[in-house]
């Protein structure tokens, strides 16, 4: 069983940044990928990054480069989202899910994750 906790999420203006953090737990939990996505109301959910826990690769979605990052830090199996220049089109709830490693493309679909956190709302104001 994998447990997955976000935390991080707030209310911040336009330009500024946050950081999500994933506090990722499970006997084989360092088998897996996590992965961050966002929803917001009336959208599908949309994948953003996510970085493979046995080797520290990453893979980010195309339309987040240059303002969001994605890493690990201790615990060693946190993963965090550093969010850069938001703008108020990032406003979504945030998750972040593990799955096993397919493929970096095969990981961009919601489906390919078998456990998911809670998530996390991140509004940004004008």
């Known amino acids: 069983q994998v447990q997955l906790v976000e935390s991080g999420g707030g209310l911040v203006q336009a330009g500024g940044s946050l950081r999500l953090s994933c506090a990722a737990s499970?006997?084989?939990?360092?088998?897996?990928?996590i992965g961050w996505f966002r929803q917001a109301p009336g959208k599908e959910r949309e994948f953003l990054a996510a970085l493979q826990l046995s080797e520290g690769s990453t893979y980010f979605a195309d339309f987040v480069q240059d303002r969001f990052t994605i890493s690990r830090s201790n615990p060693k199996n946190t993963v965090n989202l550093q969010m850069d220049s938001l703008k108020p089109e990032d406003t979504a709830a945030y998750y972040c899910?593990?799955?096993?490693?397919?493929?970096?493309?095969?990981?961009?679909?919601?489906?390919?994750?078998?456990?998911w956190g809670q998530g996390t709302q991140v509004t940004v104001s004008s």
């Open positions: 899910a593990a799955g096993q490693y397919a493929g970096w493309r095969a990981l961009e679909r919601p489906n390919s994750y078998h456990y």
């Open positions: 499970g006997r084989t939990i360092s088998t897996y990928t």
